[in-house]
């Protein structure tokens, strides 16, 4: 059985350890727990050495081409998790603990131009890489959602074809807890 990547990238006003940033560290402890807590969760590896299955499984942390700049060197946030499903992805991202550090993000990260994140399936027995998470976000931002990179806007199932999320499956979730945290 296949599983959903999604590698999210940001960009924070000042570096982490900024007070300004106070805020956003102390509530990755509280979204960690609950994406741990989600039955669709499978793995994760972020910045800060945050997560991981262990220090090299997710490869050398790399950022997509267009965050390489020093000026974006200290301010990089990135995740790359595995989830059983795109609807789970996404109620875990708008909804309990880490949608209501959503709904802060602009007080804790520039606003750009560009996605925020990828996503794209891998095999079962596949661990995505850094590497690999940032070859998908570049392949999207060139050429838009694809199977090769999607957005939950314009998913695709495991064959490669358009895919229309369950809303009714990610409301459930919501109001169950279960992908919700």
Not at 60 to 81: D, G, H, I, K
């Amino acid at each position: 059985m296949a599983r959903l990547a999604l590698m999210t990238v940001g960009i924070l006003h000042a570096p982490a350890d900024d007070p300004r940033e106070k805020g956003f560290m102390d509530r990755l402890d509280g979204v960690w727990e609950a994406a741990g807590e989600t039955p669709s969760f499978i793995a994760s590896d972020g910045f800060i050495g945050l997560g991981g299955l262990d220090p090299n499984a997710w490869g050398t942390y790399t950022t997509p081409s267009v965050f390489s700049t020093p000026e974006f060197a200290q301010r990089m946030a990135q995740t790359l998790t595995l989830w059983r499903d795109v609807e789970s992805a996404f109620a875990f991202a708008y909804q309990g603990v880490h949608g209501e550090a959503f709904g802060k993000r602009k007080e804790w990260f520039i606003k750009l131009d560009l996605p925020g994140y990828v996503a794209w399936w891998v095999e079962d027995d596949h661990t995505p890489t850094w590497q690999e998470g940032c070859e998908r976000y570049d392949h999207y931002l060139q050429k838009g959602s694809s199977p090769q990179g999607f957005d939950f806007k314009q998913s695709f199932d495991l064959q490669g074809q358009p895919l229309k999320m369950d809303r009714r499956g990610i409301l459930q979730q919501a109001l169950s807890g279960k992908g919700a945290a």
